[in-house]
């Protein structure tokens, strides 16, 4: 079946330790999306990606890294600079960068205790 | 940027009767505003979309207006069953989407 498919749906960690998000799509669609889900608050967006090989910060990129080798796979790091990792992550595609449909994953829900 | 506001928060409706939510955005250049309904545990779905160039959008007992003049939208949802109960999202942009704060409806049986 095509889709977006994170990995993993929880995942604890302790404070101060990387970590790191998958991501992959086999939607065939050029744009990649990380946004953070937090209560009360709508999803912020973290990085995007529009191209393999090309990505450009979002709103909250601090504390956060990614990389784009392949189209199928943007996967998110979350570093030990980010002062308030624990939230709900979720990546989305679309076939266009521009005023296209988006679809998301299952997200994962990071805990750092 | 872009700005984009959500209202209500919470909306409780009792099956049968209609729920409205409304967004506001701020840049004018805007072109392209989805509503998105998101599930507990799982990620948002597209439920409808809009584009600039039409003030009106409707599928099944779903519908979205535009109101460009005066940067709004809203999602319209008639005759509401439990399973409407859920987290919607409007987003508003143009290069990039920008969220709502979402609203939590519930549909009491």
């Known amino acids: 079946d095509g889709g977006i498919t994170q990995s993993p749906k929880y995942l604890f960690r302790k404070e101060g330790q990387n970590v790191t998000l998958s991501c992959e799509q086999n939607l065939n669609h050029d744009a990649m999306y990380w946004y953070r889900q937090d209560p009360g608050q709508g999803l912020r967006l973290i990085y995007y990606?529009?191209?393999?090989?090309?990505?450009q910060k979002g709103d909250i990129a601090e504390g956060y890294s990614v990389s784009r080798e392949k189209k199928e796979s943007f996967p998110l790091t979350v570093t030990s600079a980010q002062k308030n990792p624990t939230a709900f992550y979720l990546c989305?595609?679309?076939?266009?960068?521009?005023?296209?449909?988006?679809?998301f994953g299952q997200g994962t829900r990071l805990t750092v205790v | 940027g872009e700005n984009v506001e959500q209202h209500p928060s919470t909306l409780s409706v009792q099956e049968g009767d209609s729920a409205v939510i409304k967004c506001t955005y701020s840049?004018?250049?805007?072109?392209?505003f989805p509503w998105y309904k998101q599930e507990l545990g799982k990620g948002p779905q597209l439920i409808i979309d809009?584009?600039?160039?039409?003030g009106e959008k409707k599928d099944q007992r779903i519908a979205v207006t535009l109101n460009k003049t005066a940067k709004h939208f809203s999602l319209h949802i008639t005759e509401t069953q439990p399973e409407d109960s859920a987290v919607y999202f409007c987003a508003g942009g143009g290069n990039k989407l920008v969220f709502g704060a979402g609203t939590i409806l519930r549909v009491k049986s």
């Open positions: 990606s529009q191209i393999v090989n090309d990505f």
């Open positions: 840049d004018s250049a805007s072109n392209y």
């Open positions: 989305a595609s679309s076939l266009q960068g521009q005023n296209t449909e988006a679809f």
């Open positions: 809009i584009r600039s160039n039409v």
